[in-house]
């Protein structure tokens, strides 16, 4: 597939009571009353409802809670906006008036910024939609759930993503990160690494606390299995070579005077080279049936993946002419480097990644990060940037907290720019970048 670049930003657009406003409302409404990956009801439905506002033909329920826009305006290239509708099971500390009213069963939070993500593009898609007369060709926007799971993404392929609606040319998103709200971050290289997580089941012999002899205990296991794990990094790895491994989950037994009978955990792996992550993988795997043969007689361990995506990288064409549009807009100072980050997205399968999953060939991606801390918070966190980088919460923090109006301006824009870069432009039309996106300005 060719794609023809270059439309003209907007010139007419709503002004930014039409856009902010209504923006911000879906933002604190879905921040108050987030839903956990696989269960995004609630979200997907207000989502949809504002894209059917906006004028898109609208399916629900795609690979899930998945929520699919489509905009057509003649011939011309396909262009898909994504963003994600989960939130993550944190309990949150902001303090904020619109905080999480979610607590049972278990607390929820959108601690990772989707609602921020999914707020813009909602904004996006409307400023796009009143001048879908300045551009053609077909925007198809995404509301994707279960992407902190790592599966959401291939559940809406199989559910015929691209086969139900039209194959798009180019794949854009954008996710918040602790830089000041006002800016976005292009990387030069890989954006995200690949990473994998996999569900580790020790298994023992439960029995009395006060006799010990007579079991085998698991919990044990797990302690020296945390611990040993770590060489994977340390003492497999060479230094150069980027790995993160983390034991984010570890859950055994109920009672202080019980020995369980097995102890299970989750490990996350990161990796940039799908090699590294092989590697990795399979030494985890050894290491986790050596503890467990000396801890004693007992099953084999459960060693099993329940996520893996792959490395986050731009196609280089794509991402360069929306590094282009946002600085000749935003300005220059506002556009920042960003070093890869040992985060991981299942976005990749959106794109050449995913290819075997969905079969179509040639589509371009590319991923940005937004700004979103406020200006009052990035000065009181340190003296300079190194110091206020390690002191703001980020994003999984408990006391994550974008700058609402400053990130949405920001993240509408953004994606208005990067969309019009990949449109088609009407015939006579002439590229004006100073007008792009003045709905959001204000």
Not at 99 to 115: N, R
Not at 128 to 152: D, H, K, M
Not at 349 to 359: D, F, K
Request: glycine share 12%.
């Amino acid at each position: 597939m060719t794609a023809s670049p270059g439309t003209p930003p907007p010139a007419e657009l709503p002004g930014p009571a039409d856009v902010l406003g209504p923006a911000a409302e879906f933002y604190l409404d879905v921040h108050r009353h987030p839903e956990l990956s696989g269960a995004e009801e609630r979200t997907a439905d207000r989502f949809a409802r504002r894209l059917s506002a906006a004028g898109y033909e609208v399916t629900t329920g795609v690979g899930g809670h998945g929520v699919v826009g489509v905009l057509s305006r003649g011939p011309g290239p396909v262009v898909l906006l994504r963003a994600e509708l989960d939130a993550l099971p944190v309990r949150e500390e902001t303090g904020l008036p619109y905080a999480s009213a979610v607590t049972e069963p278990v607390p929820v939070m959108h601690a990772c910024g989707h609602d921020m993500h999914l707020a813009c593009l909602a904004g996006a898609a409307s400023v796009l939609a009143g001048s879908a007369g300045e551009w053609r060709g077909t925007l198809v926007v995404v509301g994707q759930p279960a992407e902190e799971t790592l599966t959401g993404a291939a559940a809406m392929l199989a559910d015929g993503l691209y086969r139900r609606f039209p194959a798009p040319d180019v794949v854009l998103a954008q996710h918040t990160v602790p830089l000041p709200a006002g800016m976005v971050a292009h990387a030069e290289g890989p954006v995200l690494a690949a990473g994998a997580t996999v569900e580790v089941v020790l298994h023992g012999r439960g029995g009395h606390a006060g006799t010990p002899q007579l079991a085998v205990d698991p919990v044990v296991a797990a302690a020296a299995l945390v611990l040993r794990l770590q060489t994977v990094v340390s003492r497999e790895t060479a230094p150069g070579e980027p790995l993160v491994l983390t034991v984010g989950s570890l859950h055994a037994g109920g009672a202080g005077n019980v020995i369980p009978d097995r102890a299970v955990m989750e490990v996350t792996l990161r990796a940039f080279a799908t090699s590294t992550l092989d590697r990795a993988l399979a030494a985890v795997h050894r290491i986790v049936r050596a503890e467990a043969a000396a801890a004693g007689d007992g099953p084999e361990p459960g060693f099993r993946v329940l996520s893996r995506s792959g490395t986050t990288v731009n196609d280089p064409g794509a991402a360069e002419a929306v590094r282009r549009a946002h600085r000749e807009s935003l300005g220059a100072d506002r556009v920042a480097t960003w070093q890869p980050s040992t985060a991981t997205e299942d976005f990749p399968l959106l794109g050449p990644a995913g290819q075997e999953l969905h079969g179509v060939p040639g589509i371009r991606t590319c991923y940005w990060m937004l700004g979103s801390v406020g200006p009052e918070q990035w000065a009181a966190a340190g003296a300079n940037a190194a110091e206020r980088l390690a002191a703001v919460p980020a994003n999984h923090s408990p006391r994550f907290q974008p700058h609402v109006r400053l990130t949405l301006r920001t993240g509408i824009r953004a994606l208005v720019l990067a969309a019009c870069t990949h449109l088609a432009a009407p015939a006579g039309s002439v590229k004006v970048a100073s007008r792009t996106s003045s709905a959001v300005e204000g």
